[in-house]
């Protein structure tokens, strides 16, 4: 495991309402990801960062922000939560081995948007 | 653009039988990554197994492998004598060199039937 945490493992939210989530890693991986997925849908990159305060959109960012001030840190924010943000979300780590790129996986935070 | 197709929704196979699961992708890089993730009911999202583009020999991790057939553009994933505890949904994904970032399927349930 490459020990990432994702808080809070569930949250139940309203519409309209500022929401962060946060992952934390302990393995000084340089590439950080977070995703969302939906039925039918897979999973879908938000945003991604490189390393400290560099990040980039992935396909789904309209509506979510991130920053990244420590290399443990990635927090993904949803300035105003719309039901349609209602996921699973993923935080995901990434590292260049010697068998190639590798990427591992929080747990998940289930959030839920009334 | 990239991308990943996993053309079976759900597949139900007999305990002890062996099982393809199909992926194929579409990408412009010469150099790329595909991946296979495992997600049980509990919901994390498990590593199986990696094929670099450039690799000859097809990539094998245990009971998995990968039957990697680049002109066609397809990685299907191969599982032998499977268990219960397969049973779970399953993504292919890629990468390609430089982006760092995955690009998933749709996913495929497998049922394996005692």
């Known amino acids: 495991d490459a020990g990432i945490t994702q808080s809070p493992r569930h949250k139940v939210t309203e519409t309209g309402t500022p929401v962060t989530l946060r992952c934390h890693q302990t393995?000084?991986?340089?590439?950080m990801y977070w995703y969302r997925q939906d039925p039918g849908h897979g999973l879908r990159l938000i945003h991604y960062?490189?390393?400290?305060?560099?990040?980039d959109k992935g396909e789904v960012s309209d509506g979510y922000s991130v920053s990244r001030s420590k290399t443990e840190d990635f927090l993904l924010t949803l300035e105003s939560a719309t039901s349609s943000q209602t996921s699973v979300y993923f935080c995901a780590t990434g590292v260049s081995g010697t068998s190639g790129y590798e990427q591992f996986f929080g747990p998940g935070t289930r959030l839920t948007v009334l | 653009a990239q991308k990943i197709t996993q053309t079976q929704p759900g597949m139900f196979v007999q305990e002890k039988e062996a099982v393809t699961l199909d992926c194929t992708y579409d990408?412009?890089?010469?150099?790329?990554?595909l991946f296979w993730y495992k997600q049980p009911s509990s919901g994390e999202m498990i590593f199986l197994i990696y094929q670099g583009s450039y690799d000859e020999q097809n990539a094998t991790e245990g009971r998995y492998s990968l039957n990697f057939q680049k002109a066609r553009k397809s990685a299907n994933l191969v599982i032998s004598a499977s268990q219960l505890g397969d049973s779970a949904m399953y993504f292919c994904?890629?990468?390609?060199?430089?982006?760092?970032?995955?690009?998933f399927g749709q996913g495929t349930r497998l049922t394996i039937n005692p």
């Open positions: 960062s490189y390393g400290v305060k560099d990040t």
């Open positions: 994904a890629m990468s390609s060199q430089g982006a760092q970032k995955l690009v």
């Open positions: 393995e000084n991986h340089r590439y």
């Open positions: 990408t412009s890089d010469q150099s790329y990554g």
